[in-house]
């Protein structure tokens, strides 16, 4: 229930009204926006009860009963959506309360009264998408801590600065030590994540194709250490000394091309 002078506002009655966002960037442009649709997590199929999901697709464990949101702006002749759309998510939002994200340094911190949008397509919307938001109605809650590590999770953001060693599109599996999600078959270890931190260690950079020879020095010169073996990263994350663990799916091997035979059978 949302008052609006003398008139108490739910749910669906919200349908077709105006917000205004700030859109783009890095130059922000403010945008009155028309909310077209709202839906439940579940009726968008964006929750799946599944530990591990389909190793070439993200997972969908955003809370079933949590509302998400597609809003719409007009600029000169054309509509656009507020959000990036893709074919997984679309171009829905979901609504945080009480909390401010720093988009820069990717902070996150409890503020009282106020909401915090967030697309599906973007760090704080899909760390919710994947499972560990600080919100949840119906399922469990991570704490605000293990969120804003779960966004830098989701970016890459192994200094825990706002810099993030990942492009669109790349896919990412991991396991917890909440047993929301288990990594897929297949996929070679990135980094270990602990809560109030970025990358506890890592061993391969998300864009990298070989696995790194020296711990990264982060910008504040604070250094990331090498993984050890998986076997030890398992025992880390039963511990509790970190609380999540991320792999990086592979690129396949690629197809060789054909050339011609030279003398003695060699090409």
Known sequence: MF???DTAVAGDDFLQSIWTFQVGGPFYTSVEARLIDMETADDAGLYEDVL???PITHPRKLDPLR???T???VDGANLFNVCESDNQVGARMVIFGDIL???STGDIDARPN???FGCLTSAVGKAALWGYAPDSPSLASVTLEEFRTGTRMVRADYCADGTSYTAVGQVISMSDRWGINQYANGHTTEAAWKAGQGATC???KRLDDEDLKAPLVCPDQHEIPLCGPDSVLGSRLLAGDDDMWT???PEPPATPTPGRVRHGGMR
């Open 202 to 204: 890592l061993r391969r």
């Open 52 to 54: 591990t999901p389909d």
């Open 67 to 69: 509302w998400v949101y």
């Open 71 to 73: 809003f719409m702006y």
């Open 247 to 249: 792999k990086i799916r």
């Open 3 to 5: 008052p609006i002078g």
């Open 101 to 103: 994200v720093n988009k």
């Open 114 to 116: 106020t909401l915090q």
